[in-house]
C-alpha cells in the first residue's frame, strides 16, 4: 500500500529528473495530493494483518 508521503516523495523525483525548474513546479504538499486523489478518484484504505507490518520504504526502494 501507498502513502501520501510516499506518493509526494516519487513525484519530487520525477521532477527532479525532468530538471523542471522550481519555479515551475506546484508545492507539492497535502493540498496538491487531495486535488490528485479527486482528480483520479483515489481513497486511502487502512491495511490490517501481515501486510500491514511489511516496511514499505525496502519496498520501493
Known amino acids: ?5 510516499m506518493i509526494i516523495a516519487q513525484v519530487q523525483k ?3 529528473r ?3 525548474p522550481s519555479s515551475l513546479q506546484p508545492r ?3 493540498s496538491w ?9 483515489i481513497r486511502w ?5 501481515e501486510s ?3 516496511d514499505l ?3 520501493v526502494d
Not at 33 to 41: A, E, S
Not at 45 to 49: A, H, L, M, S
Open 28 to 30: 507539492f504538499g497535502n
Open 14 to 16: 520525477l521532477a527532479r
Open 33 to 41: 495530493l487531495r486535488k490528485l486523489q479527486d482528480r483520479y478518484g
Open 1 to 5: 500500500s501507498l502513502t501520501g508521503r
Open 57 to 59: 520504504r525496502k519496498v
Open 52 to 54: 500491514g507490518v511489511v
Open 45 to 49: 484504505r487502512r491495511t490490517y494483518g
Open 18 to 20: 525532468l530538471n523542471t
